[in-house]
C-alpha cells in the first residue's frame, strides 16, 4: 500500500513513513492510493471474528509494511478487556426498534479517541524502538484530545508528552483525568491564559524547526492518518452486530467536530460495506451541516467559535474534510489545491453550482444539526423512554439520526463519549448526575501533577529543554 497527498505531491510513501507525520509536505493529507475493496466472502468470513480479529485484518490492509506477527501483537495488547472494560471493545446495544448505540467510549478516558489513540501510542513505540528513535509530543487541548494522547502514551519507551492546557479552565473531571498522571513521560502543562494561547505556543514551537529537529518535537492531532483508519475497524464492527446478512444496508449517525470519526465511516464505505448513509451531525458550530446542504463550505474566524454544550465539536473548520473532498472531485489533486488556496484567500470555497454538489448524494451523506435544547430534549427522551443516561455528543448524533434515518434500514448511532465527562449538562437535563464508571469515583482526589507556566514560548521551550531528557 502507497500513500500520495491530497495536493498532488506524488511522494509514494509506506505507513510507517506517514506514521508520525503530520501534514505532508505539500501541506496536503496522506491518503492511500487506492481502498482496498472488501468482497462479500471477506464481508462473511470477517463476520464471526472478535475486534481484535477483525483490526488486524483491516489494518493489514493499509499497514503491509509491518510484519504481521508483529502488527498481530500490536493489536492484539492494545483491545483489550482491561483497557475497554470487556471484550466486546465496541459493545452494541439497542435503543429501541431498528436504532442501536455503538459504545466508543468504554476506553480509559471515556472517549472514542481512545479506539484510536491506544493503538496509536503502540504503533508509535514500535516504530520508534525499531528505528532508535525519540519522539517528544507537543499538544494543546481544552479536554479529550490531551488525556486521551497521555492515556496512550503513558509509560511507552521512547515518547514523552508536553500538553499545555488553559490553567483553570477545564472541567474537574477532564482536569483530574490528566492531571494525576504520575508516569514520568507525561508532563501537563497549565498555562496562565485560555486554549487559543496553548495552541499558540505549539504552533509557535513547531515553526521553530531548528528546535523542532533538535528535540523531535511531533504531534498526535486528528489529521493522523492511523487514527483515520483504526476508527474503520468499528464502523464493520458494528455492521456484524446488527446485520444477519452481508447485503443488508444500515446507516450511521455521527457526532462530528474535525470530520476524523465520519471520515473513517466514508472509508468503510469506500471499501464496500453496506452503507446507505453517513448522517453527518453538529452542533450550532455547523460548518459542515452547511456544506453537506449548501455546497458551500465557509471556515469560522475563531471568534465565530460557539462555546457549546458539545465542546469536543466547537471547530472553526474541519481538519480532515479535505480528505473527503479529495475523493468527492475525484481524486484531483490540483482542483484540491484550487479550492484549499480559494479557503485561505478568502475563508470559503463553494461547489454548489459544479457537478460535484450532485455527487455527495452518491457518497451517502446527509447531514442536520442541534442546539443545547435539543440536546438537553434529546438527552430527557432517552432517559424517559429508555433509561439510559447519554452524554451530550451523541445526543447531537442521535437527535440527528432520529430526524434523518429511513424505515427499514438500521440506525446506528456512535456514542462518543460518556455521560460522566460532562455531568454538568446531565445535572441542568435531569436533575440528577451521571453515574461515574467503577474506578473512577475518587479521581477528583487524586494528587495531582502539574507545571503552571506563563503564556510564554520560551518559557514552554525551556521546559521542554530541561525534562526531556537529552
Ligand atoms: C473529538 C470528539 C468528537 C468529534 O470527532 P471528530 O473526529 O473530530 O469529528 C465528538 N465527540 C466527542 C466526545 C469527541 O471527543
Not at 479535505?322 to 475525484?330: A, H
Amino acid at each position: 500500500m502507497r500513500y500520495l497527498s491530497t495536493r498532488g505531491n506524488n511522494v509514494s510513501a509506506k505507513f510507517t513513513d506517514i506514521l508520525l507525520g503530520g501534514l505532508m509536505d505539500d501541506g496536503g493529507l496522506a491518503l492511500p492510493e487506492s481502498y482496498p475493496v472488501v468482497s462479500r466472502d471477506n464481508l462473511a468470513s470477517w463476520r464471526h471474528l472478535d475486534y481484535r480479529g477483525l483490526a488486524f485484518e483491516i489494518m493489514r490492509l493499509y499497514a503491509d509494511d509491518i510484519p504481521e506477527g508483529d502488527l498481530r501483537k500490536i493489536v492484539d495488547r492494545t483491545y483489550t478487556a482491561c483497557a475497554f472494560g470487556s471484550d466486546d471493545i465496541a459493545p452494541v446495544r439497542r435503543l429501541q426498534d431498528g436504532v442501536h448505540i455503538l459504545g466508543l467510549s468504554s476506553g480509559p478516558t471515556l472517549a472514542f479517541k481512545d479506539m484510536a489513540m491506544q493503538l496509536l501510542g503502540n504503533l508509535f513505540e514500535y516504530a520508534l524502538t525499531k528505528s532508535r528513535r525519540q519522539l517528544n509530543i507537543l499538544g494543546a487541548t481544552s479536554g479529550d484530545t490531551g488525556s486521551s494522547a497521555e492515556y496512550a502514551m503513558r509509560g511507552k519507551s521512547g515518547i514523552r508528552v508536553f500538553m499545555l492546557s488553559p490553567h483553570r479552565k477545564m472541567s474537574p473531571f477532564q482536569t483530574a483525568q490528566m492531571f494525576s498522571l504520575q508516569d514520568p513521560n507525561i508532563f501537563n502543562i497549565a498555562v496562565r491564559g485560555v486554549f487559543d494561547d496553548c495552541q499558540d505556543i505549539v504552533k509557535a514551537v513547531s515553526n521553530d524547526l531548528a528546535f523542532k529537529a533538535r528535540f523531535h518535537i511531533g504531534t498526535v492531532n486528528s489529521i493522523n492518518w492511523a487514527r483515520v483508519v483504526a476508527q474503520v475497524v468499528y464502523y464493520f464492527k458494528a455492521y456484524f452486530a446488527v446485520t444477519k446478512s452481508d447485503d443488508q444496508p444500515v446507516s450511521f449517525a455521527v457526532p462530528t467536530g474535525n470530520f476524523g470519526n465520519i471520515c473513517a465511516g466514508h472509508i468503510a464505505r469506500c471499501m464496500g460495506l453496506p452503507i446507505k448513509h453517513l448522517i453527518l451531525a453538529t452542533n450550532e458550530n455547523d460548518v459542515l451541516d452547511e456544506f453537506f446542504r449548501t455546497g458551500v463550505y465557509r471556515a469560522r474566524p475563531a471568534d465565530q467559535v460557539r462555546q457549546t454544550s458539545s465542546p469536543s465539536m466547537d471547530i472553526s473548520k474541519a481538519s480532515n474534510f479535505e480528505r473527503f473532498v479529495y475523493d468527492l472531485t475525484g481524486r484531483d489533486a490540483a482542483r484540491v489545491r484550487q479550492l484549499w488556496q480559494q479557503l485561505d484567500r478568502n475563508g470559503a470555497f463553494d461547489l454548489s453550482r459544479t457537478a460535484y454538489f450532485s455527487r455527495i448524494e452518491d457518497f451517502g451523506f446527509v447531514s442536520g444539526s442541534s442546539t443545547h435544547q435539543d440536546r438537553l430534549e434529546t438527552i430527557r427522551r432517552v432517559y424517559r423512554d429508555h433509561g439510559q443516561i447519554i452524554d451530550t455528543h451523541t445526543a447531537d448524533g442521535i437527535k440527528v439520526g432520529l430526524e434523518r434515518r429511513e424505515q427499514g434500514v438500521p440506525l446506528i448511532c456512535l456514542e462518543t463519549a460518556l455521560a460522566a465527562k460532562f455531568s454538568d449538562v446531565i445535572v441542568e437535563a435531569l436533575g440528577r448526575k451521571p453515574d461515574v464508571p467503577p474506578g473512577l469515583e475518587n479521581l477528583e482526589h487524586q494528587p495531582q501533577r502539574f507545571t503552571v507556566l506563563d503564556p510564554d514560548v520560551i518559557a514552554v521551550k525551556d521546559f521542554i529543554e530541561h525534562n526531556c531528557g537529552r
